[in-house]
Structure formats: structure tokens, C-alpha cells
């Protein structure tokens, strides 16, 4: 049974892509400086993880793989440290079981955590015996986005008249959802047409109407256009126009 702690670590490490290399060794073998001699109960364990990243407002199912020694058979509790704001595990304390291979556990980013790259902590703590220590790069990266684009004049229509306006947006290199507009703060006798307008998926423009009845309010208005994709946070954009007699 001829075996270096450190050794095992690394070939459990480079069983799978991307895997960090490093941590410690855990379990009742482990508590002393030299690794089992031959003959001697080989009762100890390493963890092993593998690098993250999750843009803002996703999520990612990941695992922590575990290498025994011949003679570990126990549970081992994970836990992660030093995991940045805007970033939840669950489940909040996974389990490797005594026959179990590996833990899975889900990581979830809010849509406003921020971008940035992250070491998070995994400590393994078996029931009996020193803890085994591993660490992972998580990466937050920014989510596909969109921007909303309309006309950099006032539009200005008389009382009882429609104009058709264009909505564009600029999509981010991924983001290639449908996206409903609608539209708030509109003055009396204003609407739009359609109210709520859908640009496909793939679609850099649509069109909508805007009317002012015969007694619309007369002057200088601003609405809120809001872009709401299917998945993912809302954008806004600010649409002026003015209101004149006939």
C-alpha cells in the first residue's frame, strides 16, 4: 500500500478539467506529519474541486469529488468559506456519504453580485479526524445584457395626431431573447401601440404607435420605456415628447 498523500492529491486533481491543485489531507490518519507506512491503516482523505464561473443572475451545479484511503469509510461534511456577497450554496451544508464519491451542490449569483474572480474555501470534516482542506476559483462574470436605443429628439405631435416611433436595442454578444416594452408615466389622453410590443429573439428594432387624443394635455412630457426580457433584469430608457394645439 504505497502511497504519498500528496501524490493522491494530485492524480485526483487532474481526473477532471480544470480541477485546482493543492489543499490538505483530512481523516484520523492525518493528524501526524508523515504519511502512512506500509502496513499501516491508510485512514485518511483529500478533497478535490474544480474552478467555477457563473454570470450574474445564473447559477451552477457543481460537485466535490473526494479520494479515500483504504481504510476511510466515513461521512464528510462540506463546507465553503469566503464566499462573495451576492453568491448562495445550496444546499447549505452538502454531504459526502461513507459510500458516496462526491457532494453536489448548486451556486447562485443575484443579478447585482459583483463581477470579479473569488478563492472560496472548501473545508471536508469527517466524524472523527482532522479536516481536509481544498480551494476553488470562482469566477463572476457579467451577464448578458441589453441596452435600450431611442430617437435623440423630442418627438412632437399635435393634440388628436400619431406618429410611429422606433424602439432599437443593442444586444450584448449572447443575449438573443425576445423582449416585451411597455411604458410608464403617460400623460393624459397619451398612448402607445401596441402597449406591450415584443421585439423577437434576434430582432434589433420594432415600432410602435404613439397617439394624443383630441384633449391630450398639452407640453413637454418624458415616459419610462421598459424592456423586460424573458430571463434576466429589466432595462429602461427615457422617451420625450411634446404635446402642442392643432
Do not use: Y
Not at 506500509?38 to 485512514?43: E, F, M, N
Not at 418627438?155 to 410611429?164: I, N
Not at 404613439?210 to 424592456?227: H, N
Amino acid at each position: 500500500m504505497k502511497r504519498l498523500i500528496a501524490g493522491l492529491l494530485m492524480a485526483s486533481l487532474a481526473a477532471g478539467a480544470g480541477c485546482d491543485k493543492g489543499g490538505s489531507a483530512g481523516g484520523p490518519g492525518a493528524s501526524g506529519a508523515k504519511p502512512p507506512l506500509i502496513g499501516q491503516a491508510d485512514d485518511t482523505f483529500n478533497i478535490s474541486t474544480s474552478s467555477v464561473s457563473i454570470k450574474q443572475g445564473g447559477s451552477h451545479e457543481g460537485s466535490i469529488g473526494i479520494k479515500r484511503g483504504t481504510n476511510f469509510d466515513q461521512d464528510v461534511a462540506i463546507a465553503f468559506e469566503d464566499l462573495p456577497k451576492g453568491v448562495s450554496l445550496a444546499p447549505a451544508k452538502p454531504v459526502i456519504l461513507s459510500k458516496g464519491m462526491d457532494a453536489k451542490f448548486t451556486l447562485a449569483v443575484t443579478d447585482d453580485a459583483v463581477p470579479g474572480e473569488f478563492t472560496v474555501k472548501v473545508i471536508g470534516h469527517p466524524a472523527k479526524g482532522g479536516d481536509a482542506t481544498n480551494q476553488f476559483k470562482l469566477t463572476v462574470a457579467k451577464k448578458d445584457t441589453f441596452t435600450i436605443g431611442m430617437p435623440f429628439w423630442t418627438t412632437a405631435l399635435k393634440q388628436g395626431e400619431s406618429k410611429s416611433v422606433a424602439i432599437s436595442i443593442s444586444r450584448d454578444k449572447e443575449f438573443d431573447q425576445p423582449v416585451t416594452f411597455s411604458f410608464e408615466g403617460l400623460p393624459k389622453g397619451i398612448s402607445f401601440e401596441p402597449a406591450n410590443a415584443v421585439m423577437k429573439s434576434g430582432e434589433s428594432e420594432t415600432k410602435f404607435i404613439i397617439k394624443a387624443a383630441a384633449d391630450a394635455a398639452l407640453g413637454d412630457f418624458a415616459v419610462k420605456v421598459i424592456g423586460h426580457p424573458t430571463k434576466g433584469a429589466d432595462a429602461t430608457h427615457e422617451f420625450k415628447f411634446k404635446i402642442a394645439a392643432p
